[in-house]
């Protein structure tokens, strides 16, 4: 049998005594957009962080594309050029246009020529409904309009998988909308993806699979007709009941 794109093999993690993600199996398959649910403090975006290794697991494995993270041999930075990540603070580089925010890690990084990744980049700005704001720097831009730029940012690297922290977690209610159609419209053209977010209405439109975690446990998972619906454990009632 082969591997899903992204497998989470018995993960643990732990900050000092913190044991902060428990064994968690998951799979992602090709194409597949699992949602990631769950209180504050639950462990959602470690393992993210866990997934590009900005944080480094204490046991089991993390495959993407049937290659370990974590194997010595591999070579983890052109893995993670194949994991595209997007968080609720855009990060965008102040003192470059939007098109130069997307040009950059191409250029610099797969050493892709100017007028190519220029290319490409006023494509990928298109196609986040930002043609005309290539040449505004992020204070020109509102929030809805930078974290789209971040999105066309990640997306230019070619990732094979997306990760999405709490993207619009830090925008006004009124720009939530257009970043989460962004990400709709890439579910669409069958991106795998891995989304943590509270937008329950998005989750159970986009997703493919919900999953809940608590305690750093990965409590339930389920399609979202049954999460939502009819969840099986109490946690799951719990953490629904809040957002009726
Ligand atoms: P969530 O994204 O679900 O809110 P996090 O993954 O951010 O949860 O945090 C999970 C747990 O790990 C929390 O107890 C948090 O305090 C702890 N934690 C997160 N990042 C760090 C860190 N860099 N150092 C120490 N503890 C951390
Ligand atoms: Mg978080």
Request: net charge positive; aromatic share 12%; charged share 20%.
């Given at each position: 049998m082969t591997d899903s794109q992204l497998?989470?093999?018995?993960?643990?993690?732990?900050f000092g005594e913190n044991h902060v993600l428990k064994d968690i199996d998951l799979d992602v398959e090709d194409g597949e957009v699992v949602v990631v649910v769950g209180p504050s403090g639950s462990g959602k975006s470690t393992l993210l962080r866990c997934t590009n290794r900005l944080e480094e697991i204490q046991s089991g494995e993390i495959r993407l594309e049937g290659v370990s993270l974590t194997d010595p041999e591999t070579d983890i930075n052109l893995l993670r050029q194949r994991i595209g990540m997007v968080f609720q603070s855009f990060n965008l580089f102040p003192h470059k246009t939007a098109l130069q925010n997307v040009t950059l890690a191409p250029r610099k990084v797969k050493g892709i020529p100017e007028s190519e990744a220029e290319r490409t980049a006023r494509d990928l700005l298109e196609r986040v409904g930002l043609d005309g704001k290539a040449d505004s720097y992020p204070h020109q831009l509102s929030g809805g309009q930078q974290q789209r730029v971040a999105i066309a940012?990640?997306?230019a690297m070619r990732p094979h998988v997306m990760l999405f922290d709490e993207v619009t977690s830090a925008l006004d209610p009124e720009l939530v909308g257009e970043v989460l159609s962004v990400m709709r419209g890439l579910a669409d053209e069958g991106?795998?993806?891995?989304?943590v977010t509270h937008e329950m209405g998005f989750a159970r439109e986009v997703g493919d699979r919900i999953v809940l975690m608590a305690d750093g446990e990965k409590v339930e998972e389920a399609p979202p007709e049954e999460f939502f619906e009819n969840p099986e454990t109490e946690r799951a009632k719990q953490f629904l009941s809040k957002f009726l």
């Open positions: 497998v989470f093999d018995g993960v643990n993690k732990y940012r990640a997306l991106m795998t993806m891995l989304v």
